[in-house]
Each structure stands twice: as structure tokens, then as C-alpha cells.
């Protein structure tokens, strides 16, 4: 089965501490890319970061960074000095031959 | 620049009647598709298309109808509501399957 896991339903982060949300995912496809999606209580799909599989860096984007782990198919993103904006829905995102295969999804509360 | 329109954002259906979810997106991609958003199930493929003229079937497709006439427009339709089709539905679009996926705005439906 090609599934994304996000093991993680809900997780609460102090405001400016650090939080790491997890994501492992299953593939026979070598050629893919990973995203993390954000979805605040606006109901808006917005992305926060992007990695493309056959890449060993791991993206960042200002404070939103990943820990992609191609060979383990494990994919977190962390996310520093964590703002009250940052209260959100995340998914987790894999490309297929022709969609994106979406994690169930991880709530993030940020307490001031 | 509009992105990605859906309409409606809100509807309520009773059981056996039929309607149509339109998307528009003005960024020429070639990719579109249809989601919905379940509690507790992430998002999952409805429909899609890989340019006009061409559709295929998703992980749920039982139930609805798409065509694609134009690069621009995909249009969902339900052909006779029942209340498992309550439900959020987004549709998107992106230049490739490995680009950032662009979604609308949402709908959520209720059938009763």
C-alpha cells in the first residue's frame, strides 16, 4: 500500500520553543517529492515546504526545516521558534504517478 | 491573480439531488483534481485529470462525475447526493506532479 503516516494527531508546542512533527510514508516509486501542507482554521491548503526525493539536502524554508530520511521513507518537519500563526492542521504529502497521497494529518496548538 | 476558484464555499443538498462543484483555475496548469476531506483521513482523491480531454478515476470515485472541456475548468458533479458525501471537497491544480499544488477554497457540503 502507498500510504503516508502521520502518527502524531495532535501535538502542542510553547510559543518560541521548538516542535517536530513526524511523517514516515511507503513507495515502490523511485522518482518523488514530499511536501508538508499547512491547514489553518480558514480551511486554506497552504504549502510550508517542499523536498524532492532524489535530493539528500534537506529543505528549509526560514524557520520551517525537514528531516527527510530517504532510505528509512521518513519525512519530519520542525518547526523553530514557533509563533502563534503556527497553529494549524499539517499534512504530510506524497507525489504519485498522477495525485498526492495526504497523512490523516497532525494538530498543532501553540501556547503563548 | 485568482490561483485556483471554487464555488460554492457552503451547501446543503437533500438526499437525491444532484449538483456540480466548479473549479476554474487561471494558471494554465495541465493538473487538476478533485479531494475530500474526511475527519480523521486526511485528504483523499476523488478525480483528476492530466490535461483537457482527459480524466480518470481516483481512491473514491463512486458517486461523482468530472469532465474537463478546458485546461481551465473541472467541474465535480454529484449525480444523486446521500449522506456519505458529507463532506469537505477541495479541488486543485499544479503545472506538474512534482509542483506545488495549488487548492481552492473549499467546499463544505452537507446532505440531509
Known amino acids: 500500500a502507498q500510504t503516508v503516516t502521520q502518527s502524531q494527531p495532535e501535538m502542542s508546542v510553547q510559543e518560541a520553543e521548538t516542535v517536530t512533527l513526524s511523517c514516515t510514508y511507503d513507495?515502490?516509486?523511485?522518482?518523488?517529492?514530499l511536501f508538508w501542507y499547512k491547514q489553518p482554521p480558514s480551511r486554506q491548503m497552504i504549502l510550508v515546504i517542499r523536498q524532492e526525493a532524489y535530493k539528500q539536502q534537506n529543505a528549509t524554508e526560514n524557520r520551517f526545516s525537514v528531516n527527510f530520511q530517504k532510505a528509512a521513507k521518513s519525512f519530519s518537519l520542525k518547526i523553530s521558534d514557533s509563533q502563534l500563526g503556527d497553529a494549524a492542521m499539517y499534512f504530510c504529502?506524497?507525489?504519485?504517478?498522477?495525485?498526492?497521497?495526504f497523512g490523516t494529518g497532525t494538530r498543532l496548538t501553540v501556547i503563548p | 491573480n485568482a490561483g485556483v476558484t471554487q464555488t460554492p464555499k457552503f451547501q446543503v443538498l437533500k438526499t437525491g439531488q444532484s449538483m456540480t462543484l466548479q473549479c476554474a483555475q487561471d494558471m494554465n496548469h495541465e493538473y487538476m483534481s478533485w479531494y475530500r476531506q474526511d475527519p480523521g483521513m486526511g485528504l483523499r482523491l476523488i478525480h483528476y485529470s492530466v490535461g483537457a480531454g482527459i480524466t480518470d478515476q481516483g481512491e473514491v470515485p463512486n458517486g461523482y462525475n468530472v469532465s474537463r472541456s478546458t485546461t481551465e475548468d473541472f467541474p465535480l458533479r454529484l449525480l444523486s447526493a446521500a449522506p456519505s458525501q458529507t463532506s469537505v471537497y477541495f479541488c486543485?491544480?499544479?503545472?506538474?506532479?512534482?509542483?506545488?499544488?495549488?487548492f481552492g477554497q473549499g467546499t463544505r457540503l452537507t446532505v440531509v
Open positions: 486543485a491544480s499544479s503545472y506538474l506532479r512534482s509542483t506545488e499544488a495549488f
Open positions: 504529502v506524497r507525489t504519485g504517478a498522477n495525485n498526492l497521497f
Open positions: 513507495t515502490s516509486e523511485s522518482d518523488y517529492y
